[in-house]
């Protein structure tokens, strides 16, 4: 996001503690402007001077979350409200907050909307839900929050991660030959190309402030929209001779949620996804070639965020707070 916000005029400073700044497969796009710093230890000095903030730090997915609910719940809640407390306090006008359709749950609507009651099943589903809520009670004339409510993300990027759906198809597609589909395969979900993700934040930066304050969207088109099943179909159609296998099994993954972009579509009528499933599988492959991608690689501690902060942890160089013990 930072690379292709600077391509496009803006003048970025990015913030992060760093966890994941060892786990790279492709080369960085671009360098930004940076400050490494944990997002709890924020101070006013930190948002001076910007006309908008971007908030996507997080302990960024369900079983991250469930480690340990102290961390999620300072990390993903607490410093959220710190830093919109901050950002107001320095004249921030615009504050994009990253949430998740994950807050839907196992949804029993065919297709959830922004409306639709949030039925979170874990610890970071429920941290995005009080965010949020936190979150619309601050928004004055001043102060405009969004809620950038994303489907599951894909696509090449530095820090490559295998733990999100086609891109862990896509892994073990291009390293076995074969995708292994542990559920029934008839969940959903909605996919959304991390560059498309980018390009969305920018026109929700861009937009009239009347037409966006204070609201959630679910950030996406319908057509976006998956079974499990489908997006497994779709790796081994892109990785020859790859092969699909279903071994079902008690206690896999069935969260399914459908989500209805209409009020995206209604609002941003302009907006074109250049991407799709299909496409962005392609595209994985292709890098997947061009780096020479192996099956250690595709299951190194590095690209799951879950082995790598076990790592970290088991290393010594986080304490048990999730906090760096040195510089």
């Given at each position: ?209 009347e037409v966006i304050h204070n609201q959630a ?111």
């Amino acid at each position: 996001m930072s690379p292709h916000l600077v391509s496009e005029g803006y003048d970025v400073v990015g913030m992060d503690t760093g966890f994941f700044s060892e786990c790279t497969l492709v080369p960085d796009a671009g360098k930004v402007n940076s400050i490494k710093k944990d997002i709890r230890d924020l101070s006013p000095k930190d948002l001076e001077n910007f006309d908008a903030v971007i908030h996507l730090a997080a302990l960024s997915n369900d079983p991250i979350g469930n480690l340990n609910d102290t961390w999620t719940e300072e990390i993903n809640y607490q410093a959220s409200m710190k830093l919109a407390e901050l950002a107001r306090a320095a004249g921030v006008q615009r504050f994009l907050f990253s949430s998740s359709c994950i807050m839907y749950g196992a949804s029993n609507t065919l297709d959830v909307n922004e409306d639709s009651p949030l039925d979170p099943k874990t610890e970071y589903a429920r941290s995005k839900v009080k965010a949020e809520r936190a979150l619309f009670a601050m928004a004055d004339k001043k102060f405009s929050p969004v809620y950038i409510r994303n489907g599951t993300v894909y696509g090449v990027s530095p820090r490559m991660r295998f733990d999100t759906v086609l891109n862990d198809f896509m892994g073990s597609a291009a390293t076995t030959g074969k995708v292994v589909v542990h559920s029934n395969g008839k969940p959903w979900r909605p996919v959304m190309h991390v560059q498309d993700v980018a390009r969305y934040f920018q026109a929700m930066l861009e937009a009239p402030k009347e037409v966006i304050h204070n609201q959630a969207f679910n950030a996406g088109a319908n057509e976006l929209n998956h079974q499990i099943i489908e997006l497994a179909q779709i790796a081994v159609d892109t990785v020859p001779n790859a092969k699909l296998e279903m071994f079902p099994k008690p206690g896999a993954d069935q969260r399914t949620y459908k989500a209805d972009f209409g009020k995206f579509a209604k609002t941003f009528p302009n907006f074109k996804f250049k991407w799709n499933a299909r496409s962005g599988a392609a595209e994985l492959y292709e890098a997947f070639k061009r780096v020479g991608l192996k099956h250690s690689d595709y299951i190194d501690k590095k690209f799951t965020r879950l082995k790598w902060l076990h790592y970290l942890l088991d290393g010594g160089k986080l304490d048990n707070a999730l906090r760096w013990k040195t510089n």
